[in-house]
């Protein structure tokens, strides 16, 4: 099965979410870990409780919900002042090392981003990390008004590329966004870095791997 455009999803996959860490240990030395492990589950959260209410808000203001939840649930005292640099973190969030050696090395496929995070988000997010050349499309499910692993989210990026799902490899870090586009019809990779258990969601990837430089051999 041939690959002619491999699709890779931004936050976990190619940037890592956790290097706001550093950030709020500085803030709240000694919970740093706690708050961003909090912040990233409560941001996911949200987004699926979001799409199944059918009342939609941007990535922005989810992320921003999810903070001040975290930092109630925490106990965590946080000035208007800081709070904003958190926020602004997720705009110069760590690409993760293998990712830029990873996208050269597919240059002969067209590539692009779909993720949950609005544009506001997302695009600076790519430029500040330098990779913007790499992607023939930045997507983002603000189009359509609703999160993954909606189908309809996959399908807008099928057209957009103008191919067959089947001619689509996606990449996630995020085992239920695997699950999602492998169900649409994508072939999903899967980058396992921590050796997770895949979650029973009657989805198998074509490959299970340790980083993003793994995939050019299944492409």
């Not at 695997?178 to 969601?201: E, K, M, Q, T, Y």
Request: aromatic fraction near 10%; proline fraction near 5%.
């Amino acid at each position: 099965m041939t690959i002619k455009a491999l699709v890779f999803d931004a936050y976990g996959t190619l940037f890592d979410v956790h290097s706001v860490i550093a950030l709020a240990e500085r803030i709240f030395p000694g919970r740093g870990h706690a708050l961003s492990q909090l912040w990233r589950a409560k941001q996911l959260e949200y987004t699926w409780l979001r799409s199944l209410m059918q009342r939609y808000e941007n990535f922005e203001t989810v992320t921003r919900d999810a903070l001040v939840h975290s930092c109630e649930a925490l106990a965590l005292k946080i000035t208007s002042a800081e709070f904003q640099k958190l926020t602004d973190a997720y705009l110069h969030l760590t690409p993760h090392p293998e990712a830029r050696e990873a996208l050269q090395s597919l240059s002969a496929h067209k590539r692009a981003i779909l993720s949950n995070g609005c544009p506001t988000m997302l695009n600076p997010l790519v430029q500040n990390a330098g990779l913007s050349e790499f992607f023939d499309h930045v997507l983002s499910v603000d189009e359509l008004k609703i999160y993954k692993p909606d189908p309809r989210v996959y399908r807008m990026t099928a057209d957009t590329l103008g191919l067959a799902p089947a001619d689509i490899g996606f990449v996630s870090s995020n085992f239920w966004d695997v699950s999602g586009a492998g169900h649409f019809g994508f072939r999903s990779f899967w980058i396992n870095r921590s050796g997770a258990i895949p979650d029973p969601l009657g989805y198998r990837p074509a490959a299970v791997l340790a980083a993003l430089t793994e995939l050019p051999a299944h492409c």
